[in-house]
Structure formats: C-alpha cells, structure tokens
C-alpha cells in the first residue's frame, strides 16, 4: 500500500509487548565482568595489599586516584612489603570505570565491585578514601549509606584479571597465578575459553 | 441570529454568564494541554513499544505538571545579544492567540444558565472563521519575532523557516476552510455547525478532498512532525525558542500542544459536524458535548499517529508540497464546489456544470504542470551554468 504501510506498522506496535525494563523496580543481572565501585582488598591473613607503588594513579585516563605510598611502621606492618598506601582516594565523579587501575595494579589491591547504584549527593561523598574503599575484617566491602549493595556485586570481582594468566599466554589457561584474599581465600580459576560449555 | 444570551441587552447576569465561560475555557484549555502532552507521549510510546511517562501519578498522568511545576522553577535566561523587549513580548504573541482562538469553537448544544439560554461556545461572531485565521496570522509573529530577537544563529533559522511555512500554508488551508464556508454559507462557526446536522459531515459532503488538504496544511501551520522543521533538532537544536527557558519557554510548548488541540477542534467544527451526533435520552445537554470530545480525542490520536509515522520533510519538498500541490488542488476544489452551488441554485444542468468544471480543471492541470515544468528546466539550466563556471574557475 506504499505510503500506508508505515501507518499499519506504527499502529500494530500498540499491541506488542514492551521491551522496557522498569529499572528501578525491576533488575537486570549483571555481567560477570561489570566494572563497578572499586575496593581495595587484603591477604588472608589480614594485611593490605596495597604497597603505595601509585601505578594506578599512572595508568588512570581520568586522573581520578590519588595515592600517597608511605613506610611501614616496622613494630605494626600495614602491608606485607616495605611500604603502604597511606592516602588512597578515588574521585567518582571522574571515574569512567575503565578497569585500568586493575591490570596496573602488581598486587592485585585494587579490584573492582559490581556495585553501581551509589548516589552521593555532595562532592566530598564522591571522593572514596582508604577506609572507605577498604574491606573490612571479614574481607566484605564496606557499605556507605547510600550505596544499595546486591547480593553477589563483591562476588567476581574483576575475575577476568584472574583468568587470564600475566602473559595473556593460553598455556596458563586455568592455573592459579595470584594470592588469595580475606574472606575469600584463593579464588579458584574462572572455567576456561577452551571449554566454553563450562561456564557458569 | 448570534447567541440568544444577548438577545434582551446586557445587564449584570449576563456579564456574569460570559465572565464563567471564559473561566471554563481558560480551564479547559490549560487542562486539555496538560493532558495532550501526556496523550501524546503515552501513545507514541506505545507505537515505539516503550511504556512512557509512568511515574507521577497513575499512568504517568501528573508528568506534565511535574514538568510544569520543574519549568517553572527554572532560572530564566536572556541571551546578552537579544532584543530585550521583544524576546520578552513573544512568548505571550504566541500562547495569547492560542487562547483566543478556541473562544469560537462550539462545544455543545444550548444550555440554559440562570433561567439564560447561551450556546456552549465561549463567542459566536458573525466573522467567526475569519477570526480563526486572523489569529493564526498573529501567532506567526509570535514565532518570527522569537527567533529574530533571540539574537542568537539557529532561532533566526528557525523563525525564517517558521514564518515561510506559515504563510505558505495557511494559503491552503484558508482555501480548504472557505469550501466549508461556502457549504454553509456563513462564517459563524454555530451556522457551519447548524448545517451539518443530521450527519451531512462537511466530511463527505465537500468530496473529502478540502478535509484532507485542511489536515495537511493544519499539521504544517502549527508545525508538527512531519512538518517540524522549525524544530528540527538535528539542524537547528531547539528552532526558534531555542534561547528560551523558564516560564517563558513553557508559554511557548502551551502555545504550540494548544494549536494543536485548536486546529484539531477546528477540523471537527468544520468537517466532523461538532458537537453534532446520535441524540440519546437521558442527559440532553451532556451528549453533544460527549460526541465533541470524542470526536476530537479521534483526531488528535490521528495527529499522533502521524507524527510516530512520518519522517520529516525536507524543506523544499515542502514548499513544493504547499505551493505547487495543495494551494492548486485547494483553489480547484473551492471553485468547483462554488460552480456546483451556483448551478443548482440558477437551476442549469448538473451534468453539464460538472463535465465542464472537469474539464478546465484538466486544462488547469496540465497547464500547471507544463508551467512548472518550464520552471523546473529554467533552474536546472542555470544550476549547470553554475557548475560550469565553477569548473572554468578550478581549471584557470
């Protein structure tokens, strides 16, 4: 019908189903991978991870982390090396979530969360600092007032890091090349690309 | 003739009596705006499978407010460039003939107030169509001046493409509404109403042509998709109000869903009979106001489906559109239908009046087109010459 075809076409579309989703009320499953609101995690056995080395400061496009790296005190180490970050701040209202500061990171401190429904309502609450981005002594992340944590967003954290060994080789497919967290112990290797029927 | 309020002079009830109707108006407007908007975002997203506004109040309904009451709110800006007194006097020769205009729509039969029959029609002038199309006018001032005060590139742009198509348009349309006012003859909106009574719908009684070309060159007169040029995101950001914000903007997005409501209403006055319809028992009075609303809810659904249907014009298709189609095939139609009337009123052969009348409108026909085509050969001869030259000029 030519001209009229385009009039039916709009006027049927009534009738067929939404493809809305009603967000607030209504979730969707997030990725294995989403890159969300970092943490800064610690070994087994309680000490931090971060060094103060400020390579994700380096490596950050957004220029959003401020670290500071400062000796350990040698009666109470911080951290298992020579020195600790003793200032670490995140400003989210530049953060693009990149995930950078992950791969920078040589001790794998600095992961990142699924957590993205934070609404901070003024700037100093957009700047996370240590004790804030931190996990506490059960190794979980610590929730601030306005952020809505979901069951499952400190699970998996940045696990594709741990996936892929340091030389992005495929022969260390599978084997464990990092150190274990607080709370979670070793996270064992995400199920491989060789065996895609595998997956979660 | 005229309403039967006034017949006995004008005293105190009677002032009293006009004074409510224009409350009621006023309301109804502000109200039937509030809730287009919310129609037409709720339909359009139902075209596109989303689900809309849903948020404030039940389905959405209070999102206009909402937005109202947020527009409100807003810091109002002036561009340091702009004409100030102009940019001020805009907006209110936009939303002003907005308002006006829908005082002669006739929404009902007669109604007795305080022991005084009165039309439901805020007035009832005996120039009545004219008064339609001399507010229109007006509003396109209300459009140019906005854009040229603005003092600003793309409201310019958008005010220059406003007022051609306007005034291009209301050519076509005026020629569709006087074929209803010739099938009437009269002016008055009651009397267009009047007599077509007992379902002669100017509709089919006129051969539909002037009802379609009135929906057309309607559309582009208040510029909607698909004749939204003048707001044309993509080219020209917001078109002429794009300096606009606050209170003042909000007059101008009044002004234009209130077009839309007024040439919608228009349409029904002129073409669907008005409030004219099925007479049912009980309630006399409520059902010619039912069968108005009805109606009219009917042709604004019809606007929004075309706007989630059709893309938008380019400008000289446009133009073309206007001009070479719908004022010719307007003019043709009213003076057919004028030479059918005066053949049945001198009592000549209806036969003969229609061969004829066919016959030159044939003639008219291919002499326009071989007029136009002349015209098209003419631009197409000197858009090479250019390309010439310009090549001429690369080559030296």
Sequence with gaps: MGYLDGFRVTFKNIFQPRVTTRYPTEKRPKPLRFHGRHVLNRYEDGMEKCIGCELCAGVCPARCIYVRGADNPPDEPVSPGERYGFVYEINYLRCIHCDLCVEACPTEAITESKLFEFSFTNREDAIYTREELLVDDEGQPKHLPWEDWRPGDEEHTSGWVRATAPSGSAAFEGKVAWSGELGFGVRAPEKGQSEPEATD | ?396
């Design chain 2, 1 to 396: 003739m005229g309403d039967p309020l006034f017949e006995d002079g004008i005293d105190l009830a009677v002032v009293l009596i006009v004074l409510l109707k224009v409350l009621v108006v006023f309301g109804f407007l502000l109200v039937s705006v509030l809730l287009m908007i919310w129609f037409e975002r709720k339909v359009i997203s139902d075209m596109q499978s989303r689900v809309g506004p849903d948020r404030a109040g039940p389905w959405g309904i209070l999102q206009t407010l909402a937005d109202g009451i947020k527009l409100f709110f807003k810091e109002d800006l002036m561009p340091e460039q702009a004409d100030r007194r102009v940019f001020r006097l805009a907006p209110y020769l936009s939303a002003v003939p907005a308002f006006a205009s829908f005082a002669i729509i006739p929404m009902g039969g007669t109604i007795s107030i305080a022991g005084r029959e009165t039309y439901l029609q805020l007035a009832d002038p005996p120039v009545g169509i004219l008064f339609l199309l001399a507010m229109s006018s007006i509003a396109v001032y209300g459009v140019m001046l906005a854009g040229w005060s603005s003092g600003s590139k793309y409201p310019l742009l958008g005010a220059v493409r406003a007022s051609a198509q306007m005034v291009s348009y209301e050519a076509a349309m005026s020629l569709a509404v006087a074929a209803a006012v010739l099938a009437a003859a009269s002016l008055s909106t009651h009397d267009i109403v009047q007599s077509q009574a007992t379902w002669s719908w100017n509709l089919w009684a006129l051969g539909g042509v002037p009802f379609l070309i009135y929906m057309v060159a309607g559309t582009a007169e208040i510029n909607r998709p698909p004749f939204d040029l003048v707001e044309a995101e993509q080219e020209l950001v917001g078109g002429f109000h794009t300096e606009y914000s606050s209170i003042r903007f909000a007059l101008f997005f009044l002004a234009e869903f209130m077009n839309t409501i007024t040439i919608a209403a228009v349409a029904v006055t002129l073409f669907l009979g008005g409030p004219n319809g099925p007479a049912i028992g009980f309630l006399p009075d409520l059902w010619p106001v039912v069968w108005f609303f009805l109606k009219l809810v009917a042709f604004l659904f019809v606007y929004v489906w075309l706007r989630a249907t059709l893309p938008r014009l380019r400008y000289d298709q446009l133009m073309d559109l206007g001009w070479k189609k719908l004022i010719p095939a307007a003019l043709y139609w009213l003076l057919l239908i004028a030479a059918l009337r005066a053949g049945r009123d001198q009592g000549w052969n209806q036969g003969v009046v229609l061969g004829v009348s066919l016959a030159i409108g044939v003639l008219g026909w291919v002499i326009l087109a071989g007029a136009l085509r002349v015209g098209q050969r003419e631009t197409e001869d000197s858009a090479q010459g250019e390309e010439v030259l310009v090549r001429g000029e690369a080559t030296s």
